[in-house]
């Protein structure tokens, strides 16, 4: 019975609404960045991830609000929140680095959900047959693979790592065109060290993409999405940017192992 209790009271708290401040409370968290962090992998795929979650919550409470739908609702919202449980909460620490920096430690829910620009309720009307509908179809969704979290994250950082190291073979590949003499001599060098060091971890990426490709992802296999990133007239470059790509090989971030890395820590 305690169990159950409790169980209840955490589904509760998870779809409670987002708390209003009197001038008398500390002001909430303003985020350093706006927008979505295309240029962060990472923090991409969080933002999109606690998104979701977020919207699972509005719709719980929406369904609870009716008396004869709480049973269900709980019965299914409960196993699928303490299974996302920790997935939530890594989506939180990092959204929380990266819009709130040194504060990070500060940021809770709502200012994350502003931070993300997140609606607070849901547009489907109180008693819609829409409501309805997506009351009554929600133990069926949240069977679904995009709900579940932990192994969108980890497919997602896959296809990162794979999509960064099909670029850098493309860059290669293209700037060994425009760069002559010293120059090129130089790119293939670094890009040989490169390769060795990264071989093995974007051979990991490959591997397990091809068995097991995502299903929020940007095309319908790995093939395809190769064959997409080979159109893409942005990696074809230019002299200046081959010397940029040249320098960028040497340098720590340059690493598969870094492409779906964590936002860092700062220090206030």
């Known amino acids: 019975m305690r169990r159950h209790l409790a169980r209840v009271l955490l589904a509760l708290a998870a779809v409670a ?21 295309f240029a962060q992998p990472r923090v991409l795929v969080q933002q999109r991830l606690l998104g979701l979650a977020h919207g699972v919550s509005l719709l719980v409470s929406a369904c609870m609000d009716q008396p004869e739908r709480i049973d269900a609702t709980l019965a299914a919202y409960v196993p699928w929140r303490e299974a996302q449980e920790n997935s939530i909460a890594l989506a939180q620490f990092d959204l929380s680095r990266h819009y ?8 809770r829910w709502p200012d994350l959900v502003r931070a993300l620009n997140l609606r ?33 994250f980890r497919q997602q950082g896959l296809l990162a790592e794979a999509t960064a190291g099909i670029e850098a073979e493309l860059r290669w590949t293209r700037c060994r065109e425009h760069l002559a003499g010293d120059e090129r001599i ?28 995502p299903t929020e992802a940007p095309a319908e296999s790995l093939s395809a999405w190769q ?10 470059g230019r002299s200046v940017d081959c010397a940029t790509f ?8 340059a690493a598969l192992r870094n492409v779906f890395a964590p936002p860092p820590e700062q220090m206030p």
């Not at 709130?100 to 940021?107: K, M």
């Open 100 to 107: 709130f920096g040194p504060r990070a430690a500060e940021a």
């Open 227 to 236: 064959e997409l990133l080979n159109r893409d007239l942005s990696l074809r």
């Open 120 to 152: 607070n309720r849901l547009e489907l009307a109180p008693g819609s047959d829409e409501l309805a509908a997506a009351c009554e179809t929600l133990p069926e969704a949240l069977r679904r693979p995009r709900y579940d979290l932990g192994t969108q």
């Open 17 to 37: 609404p987002a708390p209003t401040f009197s001038q008398d409370e500390i002001p909430p968290l303003q985020p350093r960045e706006a927008g979505y962090a």
């Open 186 to 213: 130089l790119l293939d060098a670094r890009y040989a060290v490169w390769r060795e060091i990264n071989e093995p971890r974007l051979q990991r990426a490959t591997t397990a993409l091809q068995s097991d490709w």
């Open 246 to 253: 040249s320098q960028q090989l040497k340098q720590p971030r």
